[in-house]
C-alpha cells in the first residue's frame, strides 16, 4: 500500500534560545488524519518544536513544510495567520472579552456570513456547547473551556492541528472523558494532529504515534504498544514504568543476573544493566526465585513490597496483587515474567538521573 | 523575526523625537566660548549651583524624615483615624510645589490672615512691630518643597513597612527588640532602597520646578537657565547650565535604579496582616495629630485658603474670563499631548511585546522615556535649539520663494508645547500600558496569530478591548501631570498664550495675586483625581496578589469595557 504524504513535515528541524539549544536536528511526518504525541520530561524541546511548527518561533535550521507547502527553512517564513494550523493551549488562551460564539467564529472568514455563522453553531453542538454560545468563557468550567479551545482552533478546518498540553489542567475523571472526545473530534476533522505532553498516559490513551524526546532529540518513536515493549534504552523505558536496575553479566546473548537469566539480544559480552519491571514480578509456588520481605505498603490494587534476594545486597521493591497475603518477615516464591526484563548496555543509564517525568 | 515594519519606524520616530533636544543641547552648548561659559559659571551658575545643592540636600532630609516617620506611624500602630490618616497623606500630591508657594506666600504675607490673626491676638496695630522670619528664603523653600514632595518617600516606606518587613518587625519584637530598636535596626535598613528611589523623584521634581523657587526667591540652576534665556537671550549659555543640570539629574537617576534594583532583598510580597501595636486614648490623639499634621500644612491650609480666595473672587467679579480662557488651552495641549502618549506607549510596548527579542525594539522604548527625567526647563531649551533649526530653514525656503519670511513657526508655538508635553510624561503611559500588557498571557496573542491575525489585528481585537482600563489610567495620569506643568510651557508657549499653570505663574511673579487663586483652585481640583485614583489601584493591588492569574481575572477588563 502507497504511504499517504505527510500533512506536517519537520526535516532536521534546529533551534536555540539566546543561552539554550532546544533543538538538535528533529525530523518527524505526521499524516492526515494521524495524531502525534510528542512526549518527554520538561526541557526537551517538545514545546518549541509545536512553537516553530506554528511559526511563533522561526527555527534556526532546518525545514517545515504543511501540505507539501514550505512554511520555513532558511530562506522563506510564513508568518503564522497564514500557515492555516490551529493552536490549542494549555491555558485554553480563549478571548475574555468575547462570548463563547464570537471566540469560535474568531478564526473564520470576515465579516461573519451565514456560512461562518452555520459552521460556529455547528462546532459548539459538535462538542456539545450549543446552549452556552452566548456565555463569556468565565462563566465556563474547565472542561467547557477547552472544548470551547478545540472548537474554536477546529472550526476553520485547518489541516495541521497544534495541541499544547490540553489536558494538564483538568482534574482525573474530567481527563479522560476529555481524552476520548478529543480524540473522537481529532478523527472527525481529518487534521494532522500534533499534542505535546509530559503524562505518558495522555500519549498511549490518544495517539497514533508517540515521539518520545529528550535534549532536544527523538529518543524513539513509534506505536504506544511498540514503545512500551520494545523501549531503546533506560530512559524511555522508565518514562513508561517504574522499574528496578540490577546488575547483570551478558555472554553469549543471555544475561545473567540476580533474579534469573534472561535474552540479551544485541548486547555485547561483560558488564551490562537489567532493568526490570517492579509489575513484573508474582507469586508462584514453585518460583523460581526466594525473596525475604523486610516490609509491605498497601496501595490500593497493588501493594509494595520491600525484599531481599541472595546475591543481591541492595532492598528490591517490588509490586504485588493487593489480594495476596503478605507479611514482612516471611520467605515468598517468586516468579519473574521475562517479558518485564530489559538488559542495556551499562553505558545506557547516562541520562537516567534526569529522564524522570 | 525581526523585521524592521510599522511598530519599529514610529518607535524609531518616537526615540528619534525624544533624543533630539539632549543630543541639540551638547551641540549648542559647545558653540558658546570658552570666556562665556566661564562667565556663566562664575557669576551665574556657580552661586545657583550652591543654592541648588544646598535646596537639595534640605529636601531630601525634609522627605526623608516626615515620609519615613509617617510611613511607620501608620502601619506600625492602630489607632482612632488611622486608615483616614493614611490616605490624607497622599493628599500633597494634588498640589504642585508652585501651588503650594503661591498658597503659602499668601498666607504669610505680613497684612496676610496668617499674620493679622496672630497680631490681633498679641495686641500689635503695626505689621512692622511683628516681623515673622520671611518664607521667601533658602529654609522656607525647604519648608515648601518638603511639604510637597514627601509622599513620594511615603509611598515606598509605607509599602515597604507593609509587606515582608511586617514579618521581620514580628520576629523582632518576639526576640525581645525595644521600639526604638524595631525601628532603627530592623524596619528602617529593609526600606532603605524604597526610601532612596523615593527621595531621588522627589529630588528629579525640585530640580525641575521653576515656580516655587521663583516665588520664594532662590536662585536655583532652573530659574538661571529661565532667565539667561529671557532676560539675556543667551541660548548657549542657558544649554551649557541646562547640560550641567543634566549631570545632577544622571546622578539621581542613578540613585533610583540602583535603589530599584537594591529592593530585591525587601520586595513587594504579597501584603500581610500587620503586626500594628494598637493605640488608644490621649497617645492614640497624639499620633493622629502628629500624621495629620503634613497633609494639614501641605494640603488643606493651603487648598482652604486658596479656595476662600477663588470664591471670593469670583463673588466679586464673577468668573474670570482670562481663567477660562487659560483653562480652554490647557485642556487643548494636555488632551493634545495625552493623546500622542498613550498612542504612541500603546504602539511602543505592543511592538515589544510582540518582538520581546528584539533590540531594536527594546532600545527605542528606553530612548523614548528618557524625557520623564529630563526638567522641564532643560528639555525646554533643548528643544527650542532643534525649532529654531527647523525656523531657520523654513525661513531661508520662504525667502527663496520670494515670499515675506514668517516669524517664529515652531520654536514658541502650541505645537511646541505638546511636542515638550509629550516628551516629558512619555513614560508615565508606557509604565501604565506595560502593567496592562503583563496581565494578558502571550498564549492570548498566539492564537490570535494562529487564527489568522497580523500584529495591528491583534492589538486592535484583542489587546484594545482588554486593556481600555490601563489606557484610562495612563490618559488620565498623563493629561493631570500635562495640566500641571509649569517650566516647560512658560518657556515654550506662544506670546499671550497662557495655561492655568502659566497665568499663576504671571500672577505670583508680578505680586499680583487676583485670579491666582482660582488658577491654582482648578489646577488643585484635576490634581485630585490622581490620588483617589491611587487610593484604589492600592486597595486593587492587595486584592490581585491573592488571586491566580485566570481567565475569569481577565473578565474584570472585559467589564470595565
Known sequence: MHAPA?????????????????????????????????????????????????????????RISIAGRTVADARAFVTPEKRGVGLVFQDYALFPHLDVAANVAFGLARPAGETARATTTQMLRRVGLAARAHDYPHMLSGGEQQRVALARALAPQPAVLLLDEPFSNLDQGLRRDMRNQTMALLKESGAAAVLVTHDPDDAMAVADRIALMRDGLIVQMGAPADIYDRPVDPFVLRFFSEVETLPATVAHGEATTPIGRFPARGCADGAAQACVR?????????????????????????????????GLKSVLEIALPARETIRPGTTLSLAVDPAGVFVFPAAASLHEERARP | MARFDGFSAIGLAGAAVAVAPVLALAVIAMQGDGASFGHVLNYVAGDAARETIALLA???????????????IVTAYEFPGRRAAEVA????????????????????????????????????????????????????????????????????????????????????RLLGARESGVFFRVALPLAR????????????????????????????????????????????????????????????????????GARGYA???????????????????????????????????????????????????????????????????????????????????????????????NGLLKLSTLGYAVPGTVLAIGLLSVLGGFDSVLRAAFAALGAKPPGLLLSASVFAVVVALTIRFFRLAVAKIETG?????????????????????????????????????????????????????????????????????????????????????????????????????????????????????????????
Open chain 1, 278 to 310: 517492579k509489575t513484573a514480578f508474582s507469586i508462584a509456588r514453585d518460583g523460581a526465585l526466594p525473596a525475604s520481605v523486610r516490609a509491605v505498603r498497601f496501595l490500593g490494587e497493588r501493594q509494595a513490597a520491600r525484599i531481599e534476594i541472595a
Open chain 2, 58 to 72: 534640605g529636601v531630601a532630609a525634609c522627605v526623608l524624615v516626615v515620609g519615613v516617620v509617617a510611613a511607620w
Open chain 2, 267 to 361: 520586595p513587594e510580597g504579597a501584603r500581610r496582616h500587620n503586626p500594628a501595636r494598637a493605640v488608644g486614648g490621649p497617645a492614640g490623639i497624639g499620633l493622629l495629630a502628629l500624621a495629620l499634621a503634613p497633609p494639614a500644612l501641605g494640603f488643606a491650609t493651603p487648598a482652604v485658603h486658596l479656595a476662600r480666595q477663588a470664591a471670593q473672587r469670583v463673588a466679586a467679579n464673577g468668573f474670570p474670563p482670562e481663567i477660562a480662557q487659560a483653562a480652554l488651552n490647557t485642556m487643548v495641549v494636555a488632551l493634545a499631548a495625552t493623546v500622542i502618549c498613550v498612542v504612541g506607549a500603546l504602539v511602543a510596548v505592543a511592538g515589544r511585546r510582540y518582538e520581546p527579542t528584539s533590540l531594536l525594539r
Open chain 2, 437 to 561: 500588557f503583563e496581565r494578558l498571557p502571550l498564549s492570548l496573542d498566539h492564537s490570535a496569530r494562529v487564527l489568522g491575525r497580523t500584529p495591528f489585528a491583534m492589538l486592535r481585537e484583542i489587546h484594545l478591548p482588554l486593556l481600555t482600563p490601563s489606557i484610562a489610567g495612563a490618559a488620565l495620569l498623563v493629561f493631570v501631570d500635562c495640566m500641571k506643568e509649569l517650566p516647560a510651557t512658560l518657556l515654550l508657549r506662544p506670546l499671550n498664550f497662557e495655561t492655568l499653570s502659566t497665568q499663576l505663574y504671571g500672577e505670583a511673579a508680578r505680586g499680583a495675586y487676583e485670579n491666582g487663586a482660582v488658577a491654582a483652585c482648578l489646577i488643585v481640583l484635576v490634581g485630585l483625581f490622581p490620588v483617589a485614583f491611587l487610593t484604589m489601584v492600592g486597595s486593587a493591588r492587595a486584592i490581585e496578589a491573592t488571586r491566580p492569574r485566570t481567565t475569569a481575572e481577565l473578565d474584570g477588563a472585559r467589564e470595565a469595557a
Open chain 2, 89 to 172: 497623606l497622599l493628599l500633597p500630591l494634588a498640589l504642585p510645589a508652585y501651588v503650594l508657594a503661591y498658597a503659602w506666600l499668601d498666607l504669610t504675607h505680613p497684612i496676610g490672615p496668617l499674620q493679622t490673626a496672630l497680631r490681633g491676638a498679641l495686641g500689635y496695630a503695626n505689621p512692622a512691630d511683628l516681623r515673622l522670619p520671611d518664607l521667601r528664603s533658602l529654609p522656607g523653600a525647604v519648608f515648601v518643597f518638603g511639604l510637597s514632595l514627601y509622599p513620594y518617600v511615603y509611598i515606598g516606606a509605607r509599602a515597604a513597612f507593609q509587606s515582608r518587613i511586617s514579618a521581620q518587625v514580628e520576629a523582632a
Open chain 2, 193 to 260: 532602597p524604597a526610601m532612596a528611589a523615593g527621595a531621588a523623584l522627589a529630588l528629579m521634581e525640585t530640580l525641575n520646578d521653576i515656580g516655587a523657587a521663583e516665588f520664594l526667591s532662590v536662585t536655583t540652576l532652573t530659574t538661571t537657565v529661565y532667565a539667561t534665556w529671557i532676560n539675556r537671550s543667551d541660548l548657549p549659555g542657558a544649554a551649557q547650565i541646562a547640560l550641567a543640570m543634566l549631570w545632577i539629574v544622571l546622578t539621581l537617576v542613578f540613585v533610583e535604579r540602583w535603589a530599584r
Open chain 1, 6 to 62: 505527510p500533512v506536517l513535515a519537520f526535516e532536521n528541524v534546529r533551534h536555540a534560545y539566546r543561552d539554550k539549544i532546544a533543538l538538535r536536528g528533529v525530523s518527524l511526518d505526521v499524516r492526515a488524519g494521524e495524531i502525534v504525541a510528542l512526549l518527554g520530561p520538561s526541557g526537551c524541546g517538545k514545546s518549541t518544536l509545536l512553537r516553530v511548527a506554528a511559526g511563533l518561533e522561526r527555527q534556526s535550521a532546518g
